[in-house]
């Protein structure tokens, strides 16, 4: 099946020195969507950044905002995401012990889609019972904390197999991957049936116009 390939750059990997320049520049390069990873130095070691740094750049533009919770109980904090302009809220499978049916109501409810997201040692088949609850589902192809590391292969199978496993329940749920992802190796993700595609790196090291436009297989 033909997708759609959505971009979503991380601005962990921008210069926070003239972020909201670089936004701009996203925007421009025709990416849709704008992945803010907030960590909490608990779910992953890294602390990056929260509340008003979102609300911030929030007022100057309209993509998506797609919002990467590695925080511990997320739950706690699904309306003030929200409220300060998220438009997709994806939390980890992990972090949300046995709360993951009422953290994903409370995101609906907030008026937000929401995403569910595994870790590389955690197998795809823990998503089945919410696979018609969600609208996307994450799968990290690194071990989330930091930017800038190196695909893991196996993800490719684990894509793949998430993939199998929505078609099968009769869905066609975005797949988002986020870690490790080049001009290089985004065809194979794409085949294994991911189409949103989270670049940190690999957007903003360099020309971010171009950069997108390489990922959007525009040109070489
Ligand atoms: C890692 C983050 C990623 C990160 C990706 O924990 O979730 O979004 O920014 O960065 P790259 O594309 O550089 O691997
Ligand atoms: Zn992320």
Redesign the pocket.
């Known amino acids: 099946m033909n997708r759609e390939r959505i971009i979503s750059p ?1 601005i ?2 921008a210069d926070f020195n003239i972020l909201g320049e670089q936004i701009q520049e996203v925007k421009r390069s025709g990416a849709k969507y704008l ?1 803010i ?1 907030v960590m909490d130095g608990m779910f ?1 070691p890294s602390i990056s950044f929260g509340m008003p740094v979102i609300s911030s750049i929030r007022k100057q533009t309209d993509l998506f905002f797609d919002v ?1 919770l ?1 925080i511990m109980e997320p739950i706690r904090y699904v309306e003030e995401f929200a409220r300060i302009g998220a438009d997709m809220v994806t939390f980890h499978l992990e972090a949300a012990r046995g709360l993951v049916d009422e953290t994903i109501e409370r995101i609906h409810k907030a008026g937000c889609r929401a995403g569910i997201s595994i870790k590389p040692a955690t197998p795809a088949e823990e998503l089945l019972p919410w696979l018609e609850k969600v609208e996307m589902i994450l799968i990290m192809t ?1 071990e ?6 190196k695909y893991i292969p196996f993800s490719t199978e684990k894509i793949r197999q998430t993939r199998q496993l929505l078609t099968a329940h009769g869905l066609d749920t975005d797949i988002e991957v ?4 080049t001009a290089d190796n985004i065809g194979v993700v794409t085949e294994a049936g991911a189409n949103v595609i ?5 957007v903003f090291g360099g020309n971010i116009a171009e950069n997108v436009r390489r990922l959007l297989g525009q040109h070489q």
């Not at 989330?144 to 590391?149: T, V």
């Not at 986020?178 to 992802?181: A, C, L, S």
């Not at 989270?198 to 690999?202: E, N, R």
């Open positions: 991380s962990l990997a992945h990873d992953v990467h590695m690194v989330p904390g930091f930017g800038g590391q986020d870690g490790g992802i989270v670049a940190g790196s690999s």
